[in-house]
């Protein structure tokens, strides 16, 4: 028998990102040799071993990177499922609209686009209600995954569109963003070298799934804190260029001669079926 429970598939993906079954039993609020228990007869079911077990810890085999992979992808599915079904039925809470769409959006990104976006939706008939949700760098792909949003605006090159439906919306160039009062500041352009290596001006590393980029800048949780830091002097950021609506008077911002383009996309998961997204998606397209 091939098809496999959505219990065994937490328990080998515990297991797999722990690569320690004492870590993952406690992850999953169980005891270990139940867990130790389970793999194995997942093993035996398959036909294939999974893991890699000797003295010194446990590794996952080439089978076992398969099944982490579709595991994931398969837990998303099914957790996304739950959630749409839940937000179709207006079972998100007090107040749950049955004819609601979730919108995912890069943080202070494409503002003067996401309003005309929804200024336009608005005035469709029959129009649903948009709930907007900020995300940090690069969180809308896991977002559509696992159903916390049903479509998203993602910015090519640093989102992955893959298996989501997209249309394109947007090509514009990038800036960095710096204090007013910086000597670079009075530039005219700058380039990815210039700002990478300015001494008195580390670059943000912003933090995601609690890990960040490696270098001297500060973590940056979110744009506010961002914006606060530019201000202060303490760092410097680079955006795309509609990221100038949302610039304190503190800040400046300088184009990047040499920095790609930016490529704005409406994305929705490939399966949906959605009247409401259909409409967005239609709306979206005519700006």
């Not at 943080?107 to 649903?128: C, F, V």
């Amino acid at each position: 028998m091939d098809a496999l429970e959505t219990r065994e598939l937490r328990y080998f993906t515990a297991v797999a990102e722990e690569l320690h079954f004492g870590r993952a039993a406690e992850r999953l609020g169980m005891a270990q040799p139940p867990l130790s228990r389970a793999i194995q007869q997942l093993e035996r079911r398959l036909g294939v071993s999974l893991l890699e077990r000797d003295r010194r810890g446990i590794s996952l085999t080439g089978a076992g990177e398969v099944l982490l992979d579709e595991g994931r992808a398969a837990l998303d599915a099914a957790t996304a499922a739950a959630r749409r079904t839940r937000r179709a039925g207006g079972a998100d809470g007090p107040g749950g609209s049955r004819n609601r769409l979730v919108l995912a959006v890069k943080a202070a990104a494409s503002h003067e686009l996401l309003q005309k976006l929804l200024d336009a939706y608005a005035a469709e008939p029959d129009a649903a209600e948009i709930e907007v949700l900020p995300s940090g760098t690069c969180e809308q792909e896991e977002m559509l995954r696992d159903g916390r949003a049903d479509v998203a605006l993602m910015h090519a090159p640093f989102n992955s569109l893959a298996g989501f439906d997209s249309e394109e919306l947007l090509t514009e160039g990038q800036i960095a963003i710096l204090p007013a009062d910086h000597p670079l500041a009075a530039r005219t352009t700058l380039s990815l070298a210039d700002v990478s290596d300015i001494p008195d001006l580390p670059l943000a590393r912003w933090s995601r799934h609690g890990t960040s980029a490696p270098g001297p800048g500060p973590e940056i949780h979110d744009q506010t804190q961002l914006a606060q830091l530019i201000a202060l002097g303490r760092t410097v950021a680079v955006f795309p260029e509609s990221a100038r609506a949302w610039l304190w008077a503190e800040h400046a911002a300088v184009p990047l001669a040499d920095a790609p383009p930016v490529v704005t996309h409406i994305a929705w998961p490939a399966h949906s079926r959605s009247l409401a997204l259909a409409g967005l998606i239609r709306t979206a397209t005519r700006l």
